[in-house]
């Protein structure tokens, strides 16, 4: 079983809809969440950390459900710059900071 | 922010020469440095962790006499792709995890990739 795993998407959605994307992961044990976003042939970027208690940024949303292993990133009122790849990411071992990506879903919203 | 670069950004070799990428940070120390690879369509794949002067760590199914890394600074991580072939061809990624007054702390930066295209 895969570390991450995500929607595969891809999402196609008109500009101004909200789009929710899903992430579980296997290990219970697992410290640290993120959702990174990556453009096409770039680097991946930290879109934010995802707190216990869930978290917001602006039109983002992040929520952790560690029960479930769980965890989602909502957008509201897309906008056309959204159009990424998003990776879910978590850092399985304690202190090593070994970051497990999943393997992305891409966002395309339409103008 | 912390920021991490990487040298060159994109390469194109013949079957079976050395190609050697260089990653730096640019604005902290670096006490682990990480690099990744990544093929069209799937995710980051972790190749090996390297700790300042000492070796590195490779993860299951990479061949570290291959994927030679040399991390002998705090702030330059390299990794050496020996005998070059067309399997080898990915976009590779570094990444940085330090401490400095701009914040490096827990978070890992990423270098901007190297696309590695090998004939």
């Known amino acids: 079983r895969k570390e991450v795993e995500q929607d595969p998407g891809p999402f196609n959605v008109p500009e101004g809809a909200t789009v929710a994307f899903n992430c579980t992961y296997s290990?219970?044990?697992?410290?640290?969440f993120f959702w990174y976003r990556q453009d096409c042939r770039k680097e991946p970027k930290l879109l934010m950390s995802?707190?216990?208690s869930g978290n917001e940024d602006g039109r983002f949303t992040a929520q952790l459900n560690r029960a479930s292993q769980y965890i989602s990133l909502l957008i509201r009122d897309s906008k056309l710059s959204d159009s990424a790849t998003y990776l879910c990411?978590?850092?399985?071992?304690?202190?090593?900071?070994?970051?497990?990506f999943g393997t992305g879903t891409r966002l395309t919203v339409i103008p | 922010g912390a920021v991490v670069s990487q040298h060159p950004s994109w390469v194109i070799c013949k079957s079976g020469t050395s190609v050697k990428i260089e990653c730096r940070s640019l604005?902290?120390?670096?006490?682990?440095m990480f690099w990744y690879r990544q093929f069209p369509k799937q995710s980051l794949m972790l190749m090996a962790t390297?700790?300042?002067?000492?070796?590195?760590?490779?993860e299951q199914g990479v061949e570290k006499d291959k994927f030679l890394i040399n991390h002998a600074s705090l702030t330059l991580s390299t990794l050496t792709v020996t005998s070059a072939h067309p399997e080898d061809s990915s976009f590779y990624i570094c990444?940085?995890?330090?401490?400095?007054?701009?914040?490096?702390?827990?978070?890992?930066?990423f270098g901007p990739g190297t696309r590695l295209t090998v004939l």
């Open positions: 995802v707190y216990s």
């Open positions: 990411v978590v850092n399985s071992q304690t202190g090593a900071n070994n970051l497990f």
């Open positions: 290990n219970s044990a697992s410290q640290s």
């Open positions: 390297s700790n300042e002067g000492s070796k590195a760590t490779y």
């Open positions: 604005d902290f120390q670096a006490t682990t």
């Open positions: 990444s940085a995890r330090g401490f400095s007054g701009g914040g490096g702390g827990d978070t890992q930066y």
